[in-house]
């Protein structure tokens, strides 16, 4: 079983929490039933393994009742704990109150590391785990509906679904019981890449304000801005993937295998490729490389995208840090003196619980996908196409001018799903961004914007606790 006597992540997103909440004005027993985690499930149960059987540790909490259903993805992990889930169903409820999106926050866990078991143990303990939630009534399309996490995609996600309708014959909506699904089974395109796409909208939002560049001594926008990701999983690698499409230079990548760098740039996909055929990222032609992974965070960048696991940024290796900004990909891979010492060095951070929301605010998409049972673009794509081919005639036969074809084609078509998906993830990441920092530049006892990001999720879900009546 994990050991829980030495964890604090709860104790630091409380501690966020009450030095945010000093800047509202909400009465201290609601403060209290915000920060609170409402349902803590942990539980056991038994698989056979071998000739014998081996007793799994699971958990799911769910954090805020204030919307439903609550919302947060499952972590396949064998460092997991329930403080650890606590924490991470907390940021969930705060993360869903920043980007607008209607749930309450959970998370769930399952205590293995997934590479020591087979697909089938993997199955069937995936399986289990769903059961167990099922008789307790921690899942459902209008109760609590989980998402890959760490340690889980897909595959995991397709099990939940099927024993899900498998125990609810007839459940119109039961798809919407779990997002992050295959497209086959009524995903959505865009879900596997969103939270590396929404990093990436993020930090693209943040450096494109120049007054707050030109205090860090940077220019505005992404163009020659030095970046250094660790982690090259899905988050990671997206993140790098789409800020080097936006103009940014991926000088250095980190795994726990070690890190790389090259001030002149790397090549992502095939750093990616490099790893999958040799099995590390070290030994990438043309880069130096650092067998500590934190090595890496130290080196020369301008932005440093922490994607992989909490608490890798602490007081001990904040001052080695030459970033100007870090954008929490992870969660709570910062923690709270860390933050204070880099504010205190001039540097901006990105809070997870919204730099890493594009997870959440696409599977709340996938989730009305399944309610309404069509998918996104599909009945207007072709009407769209239509009338713009019919503006574009009417426009050349008035002009008596012809325009391109690969013009014409452009300005006529439908948006796709993926489009629709992705146009409406880059606008919920730059509305919200232009409210945490409204709130951070009018507030000037405000010192980050993790603060400003808590200070606007606390006063949106009082507001919900006031208007369901709950609180006076």
């Excluded at 901006?348 to 696409?362: R, S």
């Amino acid at each position: 079983m994990a050991n829980h006597s030495d964890t604090n992540f709860f104790a630091d997103v409380c501690k966020n929490f009450d030095n945010a909440a000093k800047h509202t004005s909400h009465q201290e027993g609601l403060l209290s039933q915000i920060k609170a985690c409402n349902s803590v499930y942990r539980f056991q149960f038994p698989i056979r393994r071998g000739n014998g059987f081996e007793v799994i540790d699971a958990w799911r909490v769910e954090h805020s009742h204030h919307m439903s259903p609550t919302k947060g993805g499952i972590r396949y992990s064998d460092m997991v704990n329930e403080d650890e889930v606590m924490a991470l169903a907390a940021l969930m409820t705060y993360k869903c109150a920043i980007v607008n999106v209607p749930f309450g926050g959970a998370k769930g866990g399952i205590c293995i590391d997934p590479k020591k078991y087979t697909v089938g143990e993997l199955e069937n303990i995936t399986r289990r785990y769903t059961t167990e939630l099922i008789k307790k009534n921690f899942i459902g399309p209008a109760v609590d509906v989980p998402a890959p996490d760490y340690g889980s995609g897909e595959r995991e996600m397709s099990w939940i679904a099927d024993t899900y309708q498998t125990m609810n014959p007839g459940q119109l909506d039961a798809l919407g019981c779990v997002t992050g699904k295959p497209i086959a089974l009524h995903g959505i395109r865009g879900r596997k890449e969103a939270t590396g796409r929404g990093v990436a909208y993020a930090v693209r939002e943040c450096v494109d304000h120049a007054e707050d560049m030109q205090k860090l001594g940077l220019t505005a926008g992404l163009g020659n801005k030095r970046v250094i990701v660790q982690g090259l999983g899905n988050v990671g690698f997206h993140s790098a993937k789409f800020l080097a499409e936006f103009g940014a230079t991926i000088v250095g990548l980190c795994e726990y295998e070690g890190a790389i760098y090259n001030e002149n740039g790397l090549n992502v996909e095939e750093v990616f490729a490099h790893r999958v055929a040799t099995g590390s990222i070290l030994g990438f032609p043309g880069a130096k490389e650092f067998k500590n992974s934190k090595e890496g965070l130290e080196q020369p960048c301008d932005i440093l995208v922490p994607a992989a696991l909490e608490n890798q940024i602490t007081s001990e290796n904040i001052k080695n840090i030459k970033a100007k900004i870090i954008a929490e990909g992870a969660n709570g891979p910062c923690t709270p003196e860390a933050e204070e010492i880099f504010t205190e060095m001039g540097g901006i951070i990105i809070p997870d619980m919204y730099c890493n929301a594009g997870g959440v605010t696409v599977s709340y998409f996938e989730w009305l996908k399944n309610l309404s049972h069509v998918a996104f673009g599909r009945m207007e794509n072709r009407y769209a196409t239509n009338s713009n081919a019919i503006l574009i005639n009417t426009l050349e036969n008035i002009t008596g001018k012809t325009i391109l074809k690969e013009h014409r084609d452009l300005i006529v078509k439908g948006a796709s799903e993926i489009e629709l998906v992705n146009s409406g993830l880059e606008d919920t990441m730059i509305n919200s961004y232009i409210e945490i920092r409204n709130t951070w530049v009018k507030n000037k006892d405000i010192k980050t914007l993790r603060t400003a990001a808590f200070v606007g999720a606390i006063d949106k879900i009082a507001m919900s606790y006031m208007n369901l009546g709950i609180w006076p």
